[in-house]
């Protein structure tokens, strides 16, 4: 053996036990530091190398868990994942009010997954960058603007309407509904007709964004997926991943393109604005507007925010009603009165459904379609009791735990649309499925107008019931969807 050989061979322990020992160091710095900063933050028993993971679960149970922990630890406790990997969980309105008011990141960590897909958009981008587009794309979502998507909406439920008139038995609901919001979200977005909800005719695009979204999904299952060098190299999912990304960013940015053309030629309110129109016209006020980079980022996160989110909503209150036949036959009738069974439904006619709008409010409350938001903070942050917490923290708000607050809410794991009716007044620090301060949710409105339309409509055909052999079971994947599908049995009526 050379000496230079005999040198490595040597060597080689002595060098791997200096990184072992480096990174054992490093583990044991950050985890003292981050027991420091939790000095006044009691919080559930921790394990050693699984931290609270068995406890703080995206399952039905974890969430329960969550609130309860709300009496225990008032305000917000930490949550370990690891031995040096920790964040802190608000399950407390006060708490989760003044997190919430400040315009700190999002948290990467929680984020990263839908990076590759949605970029730099609205939801992941920060400073300066953020605060700009913010004003931009306020004024897509003025109630002038939206006023034209009744509609759109109506039209797409109609689709839906009659494949369901179709229908034998038991149908998994959410699926449906992810293709109705896709196919309006398309026509808002893009002024697009994909008629994407009859699978025959469906549009690469919106594959591409059905499949993105539901390996997005699978990924966050499976923790060894987590790593890209793994996923994309080492998994069939990640190729899939990657070639649908590929071809929803290569279609967006041909739409883009094919829309500057149009832009500069037509004459001007020769059709109706979409969302495209506004990111492309909007400037701030230095006379700049967004790139193409931007625009197409924007793009891609309405397009993710804008369908699975409602779609959720959607699904959930539809179980909801299925499960509660009092509210579903109380809402009919209010929708028989004002709307009528065969006129279309109007922008006016949703202002109406009280009560139609409470039970929404109220299984948002229960099935917030985003049960956590994550933030990274820039600033230390006094909380109203006098703590601390320190800058580059991670600081998860449960919207879920904050709604189901027994201090605030009689009986808050029971469905009570009256909680939501005519006097009430509920502050949105209680009830803040849409989040709240600068970085709330700017789609709400647009949101809440589609809920309406389309509860309402289905409601007008149908009658819907629980599948007793298929109960669903909530479960937090970036979004709040059931477990085993969610199957309500429809009736024409
Ligand atoms: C019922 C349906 C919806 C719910 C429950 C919902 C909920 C939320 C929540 C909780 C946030 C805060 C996320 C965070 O802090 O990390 C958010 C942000 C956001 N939502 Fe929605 N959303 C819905 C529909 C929509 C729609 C239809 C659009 C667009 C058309 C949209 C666009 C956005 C965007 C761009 C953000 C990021 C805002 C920012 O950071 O400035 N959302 N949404």
Same mark, same amino acid.
């Given at each position: ?92 309105? &006060? ?238 009738? &209010? ?42 903070? &820039? ?115």
């Amino acid at each position: 053996m050379s000496f230079v050989a005999s040198l490595v061979w040597n060597y080689i322990p002595l060098v791997l036990l200096y990184f072992l020992l480096k990174k054992i160091i490093e583990v044991f710095l950050k985890r003292w530091r981050l027991q420091a900063a939790f000095k006044d933050f009691p919080g559930p028993k921790a394990e050693f190398f699984s931290g609270n993971t068995h406890q703080i679960s995206g399952d039905y149970a974890g969430l329960l868990r969550m609130a309860d922990y709300a009496h225990t630890y008032p305000g917000a406790f930490p949550s370990w994942m690891g031995p040096a990997e920790a964040q802190l969980i608000s399950v407390h309105p &006060e708490t989760a009010k003044v997190v919430l008011s400040g315009s700190d990141p999002k948290d990467e960590f929680s984020y990263a997954l839908m990076r590759p897909w949605i970029g730099d958009g609205l939801l992941l981008s920060k400073g300066k960058k953020w605060d700009r587009n913010r004003r931009l794309m306020t004024p897509a979502f003025h109630a002038d603007i939206l006023k034209n998507y009744v509609d759109v909406f109506s039209r797409s439920t109609q689709v839906l309407v009659d494949k369901w008139r179709k229908s034998t038995g038991s149908e998994e609901v959410f699926h449906h509904i992810s293709l109705l919001t896709l196919d309006s979200m398309m026509q808002c977005l893009f002024g697009y007709h994909s008629n994407c909800q009859n699978e025959k005719t469906r549009h690469p695009y919106i594959q591409g964004v059905y499949d993105v979204s539901e390996l997005i999904v699978k990924r966050i299952v499976n923790p060894i997926h987590h790593y890209d060098f793994i996923y994309y190299n080492f998994t069939e999912n990640g190729k899939k991943f990657k070639q649908a990304c590929g071809a929803i960013h290569e279609h967006s940015e041909k739409i883009i393109k094919k829309r500057k053309r149009l832009l500069k030629n037509e004459a001007e309110g020769s059709r109706n604005v979409d969302f495209l129109d506004i990111l492309l016209t909007a400037k701030d006020s230095d006379g700049q507007g967004m790139t193409d980079q931007e625009i197409r980022d924007e793009v891609d996160t309405f397009m993710f925010e804008g369908h699975d989110s409602t779609a959720s909503t959607i699904s959930w209150c539809l179980y909801n009603l299925a499960r509660h036949k009092d509210c579903q036959e109380r809402c009919r009738s &209010e929708i028989l009165n004002i709307v009528g069974k065969t006129k279309k439904v109007t922008w006016d006619d949703l202002t109406k459904l009280e009560y139609m709008f409470a039970c929404i409010q109220e299984s948002m409350r229960l099935y917030p379609a985003v049960p956590n938001i994550s933030r990274c903070l &820039e600033r230390d942050l006094a909380l109203p009791d006098g703590r601390i917490i320190p800058k580059d923290m991670r600081v998860t708000v449960s919207l879920f735990a904050v709604q189901r607050d027994p201090e605030v809410w009689d009986n808050p794991n029971e469905f009570d649309p009256e909680r939501f009716t005519a006097g009430s007044k509920i502050s949105s620090m209680f009830h803040l499925p849409f989040s709240i301060g600068p970085r709330n949710c700017i789609g709400q409105h647009f949101a809440l107008t589609q809920v309406k339309v389309v509860i309402c409509e289905l409601l007008r055909h149908f009658q819907l019931d629980l599948d007793p052999e298929r109960e669903a079971e909530p479960e937090c994947l970036l979004i709040l969807r059931s477990k085993n599908g969610l199957y309500l049995k429809i009736k024409p009526i």
